[in-house]
T-cell receptor
C-alpha cells in the first residue's frame, strides 16, 4: 500500500525567507505526486504535480518541487515566502493520475511579518 | 467555469440520522471522488465513481454509500451517523484519461451531535 509522510507538522518562517516542505512517499512503482494547499475551512488547490519527465516541476504561486527517486522524496520549495502563503500544505501520491489520492497529514505554514 | 461545487456548505445532524451530500463536477470531468477530512488530518479517500459505478473504494464501512448520475454529478450518503463522522467532506472531480489531475470543491462541513 502506498503512504505519504510529512515529517513537519508546523513550520514558521519569516516573510521573504525561503521555504522547503518535506514529503516522503512509499510506493513500489513510479508514483504520481502532487502538492495541494488548503486555506482554513476551504477545499484543496493544486500547486503542482509530477507524472514523469523532468524531476524539477514548477507550479503556481512561485512554488517548485523536486522528485528524487533515490530518496523517495518530493519536497516543495519557494525562494521567498509571502504572508498570503500561510496555509496547510498536503503532499499526495497516486498510482495513476485518475485513481485515489493518498495524502500526508499535512504541514501548517505560519508566516511571520 | 464554476469548478467543482458542493452542497450544502455546512450542516448539523443528530447521531443515528442519515445525511446526503451533493457534488457537481467541473465541466468536462466524468469521474468523482469523495474524501473525508477530520480536523487536523489529511483527507482520506472514501470512494470514486465513474460511469455511474463505484470504481474504487477506501477503507470505509458500508454506512457510506454513493451514487453518480448520468450528468456526472454525485451524492454521498452516510447512514446511522456517529459522532466520529463529523468532518469536512471533499468532492474531487477529474477526467478519466491518463495523466489527469483532481480538482476539489470547497467541501461540506458535517457536524454530528
Amino acid at each position: 500500500a502506498q503512504s505519504v509522510t510529512q515529517p513537519d507538522i508546523h513550520i514558521t518562517v519569516s516573510e521573504g525567507a525561503s521555504l522547503e516542505l518535506r514529503c516522503n512517499y512509499s510506493y513500489g512503482a513510479t508514483p504520481y505526486l502532487f502538492w495541494y494547499v488548503q486555506s482554513p475551512g476551504q477545499g484543496l488547490q493544486l500547486l503542482l504535480k509530477y507524472f514523469s519527465g523532468d524531476t524539477l516541476v514548477q507550479g503556481i504561486k512561485g512554488f517548485e518541487a523536486e522528485f528524487k527517486r533515490s530518496q523517495s522524496s518530493f519536497n516543495l520549495r519557494k525562494p521567498s515566502v509571502h504572508w498570503s502563503d500561510a496555509a496547510e500544505y498536503f503532499c499526495a501520491v497516486s498510482d495513476t493520475g485518475r485513481r485515489a489520492l493518498t495524502f500526508g497529514s499535512g504541514t501548517r505554514l505560519q508566516v511571520q511579518p | 467555469d464554476a469548478g467543482v461545487t458542493q452542497s450544502p456548505t455546512h450542516l448539523i445532524k443528530t447521531r443515528g440520522q442519515q445525511v446526503t451530500l451533493r457534488c457537481s463536477p467541473k465541466s468536462g470531468h466524468d469521474t468523482v471522488s469523495w474524501y473525508q477530512q477530520a480536523l487536523g488530518q489529511g483527507p482520506q479517500f472514501i470512494f470514486q465513481y465513474y460511469e455511474e459505478e463505484e470504481r474504487q473504494r477506501g477503507n470505509f464501512p458500508d454506512r457510506f454509500s454513493g451514487h453518480q448520475f448520468p450528468n456526472y454529478s454525485s451524492e454521498l450518503n452516510v447512514n446511522a451517523l456517529l459522532l466520529g463522522d463529523s468532518a469536512l467532506y471533499l468532492c474531487a472531480s477529474s477526467f478519466t484519461g491518463a495523466n489527469t489531475e483532481a480538482f476539489f470543491g470547497q467541501g461540506t462541513r458535517l457536524t454530528v451531535v
